[in-house]
């Protein structure tokens, strides 16, 4: 496969994908008759097989040294059963089946971990389901409920992130903006890292998201939006939100659109949450 559809099966940007295999030796690419680099399945895995042991704490660079030496059948095996699951997820939301539903995310959990069951089912699921619904295939209904349900199941995940004793990240959403749903999602994931989260969530006024940053002293601030125009309107509060604390950026917009000291993190949920374990 080329590396477009190697980052889509895996959610790693193509620029971490050739990051890690010219840091690391990671992949293994053969050349096609035209020049482009082709990607195995071999790779594929070793992606995966990489993404967990960063998840679990290990430097890329021990993770890659034990991704190029893994046994390729454990994940592969794993793979039908998790697609097959995958499959079923999808199936009970689009019928607005919770039982189903609920069953499907019950037997992912107790067959992967946390982080596979986001970033291989959740995450790429929610993806689709923005495509269909923007081309008319999906309606408004579906898009709720299984957004209403997965957040429910997700908060049920969450009860214990910020426990712990590593750095604090204080998560909120711009005024206006009322799609907290990815916001979750990669708190979940940083949270696998070690990070000790706190969400404020949707529509988070600035002066309470300042206060909570002088009660709380997070190591971090995450702030979401994903309406451009917000992060327009918004440019002078961030920047006075940015000198009380460290702040990130996610969601839409441009990186020159952010006041200075602002970084704005990758699109891709899950490559943002591994950047800051970076």
């Known amino acids: 496969m080329r590396i477009g559809e190697l980052a889509r ?3 790693v940007s193509p620029e971490l994908l050739r990051a890690w295999e010219l840091r690391y030796g990671l992949l293994q690419p053969k050349r096609s008759s035209g020049g482009f680099r082709l990607y195995s399945a071999t790779d594929e895995e070793r992606v995966r097989q990489m993404r967990r042991l960063i998840a679990d704490g290990l430097s890329a660079a021990e993770a890659a040294r034990q991704a190029r030496t893994m046994d390729p059948a454990r994940p592969a095996a794993e793979k039908p059963v998790v697609a097959q699951l995958a499959d079923q997820l999808r199936t009970a939301l689009d019928r607005f089946d919770d039982s189903g539903a609920h069953t499907a995310l019950d037997r992912l959990l107790a067959t992967v971990s946390v982080e596979i069951t986001l ?9 689709d389901l923005g495509d269909r619904w923007a081309a008319g295939r999906a309606s408004v209904a579906q898009e709720h409920f299984a957004s209403n349900l997965l957040r429910g199941r997700l908060l049920g995940l969450a009860r214990d992130w910020g426990a712990g004793a590593g750095p604090s990240v204080l998560l909120a959403c711009l005024p206006g903006e009322a799609h907290d749903l990815g916001l979750i ?6 949270a696998r890292r070690g990070w000790r989260v706190t969400l404020l969530g949707a529509d988070t006024p600035f002066d309470t998201l300042r206060g909570s940053i002088r009660e709380l002293q997070p190591s971090l601030v995450v702030l979401v939006s994903t309406d451009e125009q917000q992060l327009r309107e918004h440019a002078e509060e961030i920047r006075s939100t940015a000198a009380l604390a460290p702040t990130a950026f996610a969601g839409a917009g441009a990186e020159d659109l952010l006041p200075a000291g602002v970084r704005m993190l990758p699109t891709d949920i899950g490559e943002a949450a591994a950047s800051l374990g970076r």
């Not at 970033?119 to 993806?127: G, S």
């Not at 999602?185 to 940083?190: A, E, H, K, R, S």
Request: glycine share 12%; aromatic share 12%; net charge positive.
């Open 185 to 190: 999602l990669f708190g979940l994931l940083v």
């Open 119 to 127: 970033t291989d089912v959740v995450i790429p699921y929610l993806r």
């Open 9 to 11: 099966r895996t959610g």
